[in-house]
Antibody, heavy 121, light 112 residues
Framework: EVQVLESGGGLVQPGGSLRLSCAAS????????MSWVRQAPGKGLEWVSD????????NYAQSVKGRFTISRDNSENMLNLQMNSLRAEDTAVYHC??????????????WGQGTLVTVSS | DIVMTQSPDSLAVSLGERATFNCKSS????????????LAWYQQKPGQPPKLLIY???TRESGVPDRFSGSGSGTDFTLTISSLQAEDVAVYYC?????????FGQGTKLEI
């Protein structure tokens, strides 16, 4: 059974940093691209970033480019999101999601429950 | 960026009746080389993560009831629930993965 489980969320002050992690199981992790998608409280879905299966190709939303870094450890089946210079508008539930294909140009077929990031003083 | 616009914002349908959701993209998401539309539909129930229903605009994900179907091409897409069940109450999102940034529609809230 495919599972993705996020961790690392919490309350952080504006300008602070946080590192999210996503533990994956039930599939050959290195084969599939992965994404982070966020959802502000009561709002819709916003794609944040994705990474290829090998980790050598990454993409970012303009709103987080230069502040967030996506990475993966295929030996540990882990996906990470390093978030720096956090702003109030980054407050959201962050979902880790598995792509249905090997490339990044693909739909998201498994989503985690998400981890809440709150940026506030 | 490709803008995805869903209509209506909310929808009330009686049990057993048909529900239709619309999604329009600001530019075509049909890739001519493989004739595939890079469009997916998700269902999100309260307190749950989104669940994939349809991908490539019309391919039903494994395990999704056959009352859910997707259609359309290019810039105009439709998700249809042929006979509404109580458990279908949710918000439905369309998603283009044709190019980066991948974008979602604003969602359509389905009520009974």
């Amino acid at each position: 059974e495919v599972q993705v489980l996020e961790s690392g969320g919490g309350l952080v002050q504006p300008g602070g940093s946080l590192r999210l992690s996503c533990a994956a199981s039930g599939f050959t992790f290195s084969t599939y691209a992965m994404s982070w998608v966020r959802q502000a409280p009561g709002k819709g879905l916003e794609w944040v970033s994705d990474i290829s299966g090998s980790g050598d190709s990454t993409n970012y939303a303009q709103s987080v480019k230069g502040r967030f870094t996506i990475s993966r450890d295929n030996s540990e089946n882990m996906l990470n999101l390093q978030m720096n210079s956090l702003r109030a508008e980054d407050t959201a539930v962050y979902h880790c999601a598995k792509k249905g294909c090997t490339g990044t140009t693909c739909y998201l077929n498994y989503w985690g429950q998400g981890t809440l990031v709150t940026v506030s003083s | 960026d490709i803008v995805m616009t869903q209509s209506p914002d909310s929808l009330a349908v009686s049990l057993g009746e048909r529900a239709t959701f619309n999604c329009k993209s600001s530019q075509s998401v049909l890739y001519s080389d493989n004739n595939k539309n890079y469009l997916a539909w998700y269902q999100q129930k309260p307190g749950q993560p989104p669940k994939l229903l349809i991908y490539w605009a019309s391919t039903r994900e494994s395990g999704v009831p056959d009352r859910f179907s997707g259609s359309g091409s290019g810039t105009d897409f439709t998700l249809t629930i042929s006979s509404l069940q109580a458990e279908d109450v949710a918000v439905y999102y369309c998603h283009q993965y044709y190019n980066t940034p991948h974008t979602f529609g604003q969602g359509t809230k389905l009520e009974i």
